[in-house]
């Protein structure tokens, strides 16, 4: 099995969570994934490579003639990241109330 790059925790960005939940058994490309999560395109870039970095998502290029399609898709490392999301999310709305966000 292999050994997760623990520096991941340290960066862990705001819509990363987002991404890795929109991934969840489908392909998107760049376009639909910055249409449906609203943020700005060098973010998403930005966050996509890390997660590409650290191997939590693939990007499988497709060339047919002239052009290249590109899809972004969770690896199993991804996929091994979902049920502790869900987690965190359950914990989150359940506890809403007792978190205190600074700011």
């Given at each position: 099995?292999?050994?997760y790059n623990k520096d991941i925790y340290y960066k862990?960005?705001?819509?990363?969570?987002?991404?890795?939940?929109?991934?969840?058994?489908?392909?998107?490309?760049?376009?639909?994934?910055?249409?449906?999560?609203?943020?700005?395109?060098?973010?998403?870039?930005?966050?996509?490579?890390?997660?590409?970095?650290?191997?939590?998502?693939?990007?499988?290029?497709?060339?047919?003639?002239?052009?290249?399609?590109?899809?972004?898709?969770?690896?199993?490392?991804?996929?091994?990241?979902?049920?502790?999301?869900?987690?965190?999310?359950?914990?989150?709305?359940?506890?809403?109330d007792n978190i205190k966000v600074k700011g």
């Amino acid at each position: 099995m292999k050994k997760y790059n623990k520096d991941i925790y340290y960066k862990w960005k705001k819509w990363i969570p987002t991404i890795i939940f929109k991934l969840k058994d489908t392909e998107l490309r760049l376009g639909e994934l910055h249409r449906s999560l609203g943020c700005s395109k060098k973010i998403l870039i930005q966050q996509l490579n890390l997660l590409i970095l650290h191997e939590i998502i693939e990007n499988k290029k497709i060339y047919k003639e002239n052009t290249i399609e590109s899809y972004y898709y969770l690896t199993e490392c991804g996929n091994d990241l979902l049920p502790i999301l869900v987690d965190m999310k359950a914990f989150g709305c359940r506890f809403e109330d007792n978190i205190k966000v600074k700011g």
